[in-house]
């Protein structure tokens, strides 16, 4: 691989970071990035899980800095996420995803529209509708499941769970939204690697790149709330849903 390549990679991976630690999506950026830089597909999906782990565990780290997540009370959960997502991916091997393909951009394209019209929604917590055990041993396990086995769009459906179903003000369920993230992204990268569907020198700068990159962008989101995710959370699944249409 050329060294300009490399380096735009990696640049594309800052640029991820920041994106997904406010809204998600930053697969959005790098999986078309390794693919245009002439990653083959498989190795592509692995190496993106590898720096992800970066991006979502470093902003992870930053909202629990701040006290917008405990990492300890929810780290049974994180398991719950971890596992669905080792099965997910498991099933990926073998389950065929025309289904989620076809229904996927327009269940983002809902996500969008709710964020962008529901009144109402802050930084402020509201009513939960959900028992945290159903919340916990059925939600969690499935959005994991789902990440391991397809992937695009399981930040949004973190958000969805957790503001609707939660009563999660917008900012602390995008903490707690990454900290689940990483532990699915965790979960599908403990899969590709046994498979060796990965390209490890460049992962780990993509990595490093991602880690920058949200750090920056849990800085952005703690200091401006909802009015910076709720916005940004619309345009990354308005985009993920047309890649997927036009693709």
Known sequence: MLASTFALLVLAAFAAGFVDAIAGGGGLITIPALLIGGVDPLAALGTNKLQSLFGSGSASISYAAKGHVDL???????????AGAVLGAMGAMVLPTEVLETLLPFLLIAIALYFALKPGLSDRDAER????????????????????????????????AFVT????????????????????????????????????????????????????????????GAKL???????????????????
């Open 72 to 82: 300890k009370k929810l780290a049974p959960t994180a398991l719950l996420s971890f």
């Open 165 to 224: 179903l939660a009563g999660y003000g917008i900012l602390k369920a995008t903490a707690h939204t990454k900290l689940l993230n990483f532990a699915s992204n965790v979960g599908g990268f403990v899969v590709f690697a046994f498979s060796g569907a990965i390209v490890w020198k460049l992962g780990l700068a993509m990595g490093a790149a991602q880690f920058a990159g949200a750090r920056l962008g849990a800085m952005f989101a703690m200091r401006f």
């Open 229 to 247: 995710i709720r916005p940004l959370l619309v345009v990354v699944c308005l985009a993920l849903a047309a890649k997927l249409l036009l693709s």
């Open 129 to 160: 509708r959900i028992s945290p055990m159903v919340f916990a041993f059925f939600l969690v396990p499935l959005i994991g499941g789902y990440d391991g086995l397809f992937g695009p769009g399981t930040g949004s459906f973190f958000m969805l």
